[in-house]
């Protein structure tokens, strides 16, 4: 059984797009992110630096560095056409699936109790779980869109999509990577709503997944300090000890921002280095600490800035298999601001999951800037449309 094939093009504009035909909104408000992230990550990382002798703006400029490279990214992605990119599907999502089995080949490496990443000369390192996530995102689109405009998705076309995000999923599991999974898993579900899944099957599919959680809990497919991880957000003062240490830290610091913060640089609890990965995971407390409630509240309205324009491109998209994609880009975005921020709040387990933009690692950031590509494409289809 196929499980991916070209789906027909509906009429779907096939010349590269200008850079006129951007949605300017949505890439300023992406790079003002990845801006502001530099600046968080230089703060995060500078002293620690400074003590061990190295030069203090080295992440911030890795940062910068990371940032270029995904916007040359995003300009080749979306310069593709909609039958390139359906016609590249199967290579992309052949090219995720080698990187996940090289990862556990002995080529992987462990990086904080994660064996997620692919070590390279000169002291690089890829995660090819972030790349997945754009893989499964075009894979299961391109399944969903296989069938006629208006009809709902019929149960095979529904297993073929599920499993395009089962294969990966099951190779992500192996790492053990539960916050991607988890973020994966709730993607797809949202795009099967999105493509007219039928309700009955949506509800079999929650209770499907229900039991397999259970089951791997019941079985021991989850070590207990991943439990704890995850639970510790329930039982504040007995984590605050042992795996809620990083969050009580990083609620320190956002309270003590107060309205415009300590100042870039000045944050105690940062500059401190209470608060563990604050140049990754936990990257929202520095913002919090340092920028204060205004700073927070700009860098929340600038990522819903592009969640609006996201949602405004698919609602627009010309056709099914755009507005899947455009929809599963959104999820995406928004599905990791949720995590990370309520887990710097202490209102959300600690899964690990980047800041989309905003959290220092170059694989992340590569990944979701070839999202924001996919989303231009789509912007300039329904733009030479119109």
Partial sequence: MTL??????????????????????????????????????????????????????????????????????CWVVSRLGHRA????????YGASLAGLLLVLSPLGSTINGAHAWIRLPAGFTVQPSEFAKVSIIVGVALVLADRDPGAAPDLRTLVRALAIAAVPVGLILLQPDLGTVLVICTIVAGMLAVAGVR?????????????????????????????????AFARPDEGAR?????????????????????????????????????HTDFVFSVAGEELGFVGVTALLGLLAVVLWRGLTIAL??????????????????????????????????VTGVPLPFV??????????WI????LLNIHAGATADD
């Fill in 199 to 231: 309700m009955r099957h949506l509800v079999a599919l929650a209770v499907l997944a229900g039991a397999a959680v259970a089951a791997a809990f019941a079985v021991g497919l989850v070590d207990d300090y991943q439990i704890d991880r995850l639970t």
């Fill in 85 to 92: 990119i359906r016609r590249y599907t199967p290579i992309l």
């Fill in 359 to 368: 959290s220092y690692g170059g694989s992340s950031m590569f990944a979701v």
């Fill in 4 to 73: 991916i094939r070209t789906a027909p093009t509906m009429g779907a504009r096939t010349s590269p797009p200008r850079l006129r035909q951007w949605d300017w909104p949505l890439v300023l408000a992406a790079v003002s992110l990845s801006i502001l992230g530099a600046a968080l990550v230089w703060s995060a990382t500078s002293t620690a630096l400074a003590v061990s002798g190295g030069w203090t703006g080295t992440y911030g400029a890795r940062h910068v560095l990371n940032l270029v490279l995904g916007l040359g990214l």
């Fill in 316 to 349: 627009r998209a010309r056709d099914q298999f755009g507005r899947l994609v455009a929809s599963g880009v959104v999820l995406w975005i928004a599905l990791q601001s949720f995590e990370n921020v309520g887990m710097n709040l202490g209102i959300m387990p």
């Fill in 242 to 278: 042992t795996f809620g240490y990083n969050t009580q830290q990083a609620r320190i610091a956002i309270g003590s921002g107060g309205l415009l913060g300590q100042g870039l640089g000045a944050g105690s609890q940062t500059q401190g280095g209470f608060v563990p990965f604050n």
């Fill in 371 to 374: 999202g924001l590509g996919l």
